[in-house]
Structures are given as structure tokens and as C-alpha cells.
């Protein structure tokens, strides 16, 4: 799953330079992180109240959100199986 692919290369860095990776940049300082996370979801909102609806531009900032996210979810070192795992229990 591209999910599970995706945490695998965000954990691989944490050991980069954030000076020479975005994502070790985000993982390096939470409240950017933070940030971020907040950033892409307004924009996803944004995108979802317009009229007509954009989808592409709806998925491209979903992407960005979800990509967010996890790096978020690494940085606070919450495994994506627990959040699955959640979500599992709200399905019954």
C-alpha cells in the first residue's frame, strides 16, 4: 500500500540533513510540521468549497495533507498501523 511505502521512506529521514531534505527539515522542527499539517488542511477545505469542485486540484492538496501528515505521525513516532488500527475499531 503507497501509504505504508510512503512511512517507510519518511522514517529512512530522519537520519538525512534537513538542510539537504524537505522532509528532514519537517522532521527536525515540529512546530513547522505543525504548520503545515494546518496549511494543507485549509487548502483542502478551500478547494472542497469551491463551485464547481476542482478534483484534481482537490487531490493534489489531499496529497499534500495526507504526505503532511505522516511526516507528523513519524515525527511524533505514532505508527500508521495504530491509526489504522483505530479506524478499524470505528468500522463495528
Known sequence: MILNDL??????R??????????????ADPF????KIM????????ELAENPINSGLVAE??????YHLLVGL??????L????AVLEGRRS
Open 7 to 12: 512511512e517507510e521512506v519518511l522514517r529512512s
Open 61 to 66: 492538496e489531499a496529497a499534500d495533507l495526507v
Open 81 to 84: 498501523s495504530d491509526v489504522f
Open 74 to 79: 513519524v515525527g511524533a513516532d505514532v505508527p
Open 32 to 35: 513547522l510540521s505543525q504548520r
Open 14 to 27: 530522519r537520519s538525512a540533513d534537513p538542510a539537504e531534505s524537505y522532509t528532514a527539515s519537517l522532521l
Open 39 to 46: 496549511e494543507e488542511a485549509f487548502e483542502v477545505c478551500h
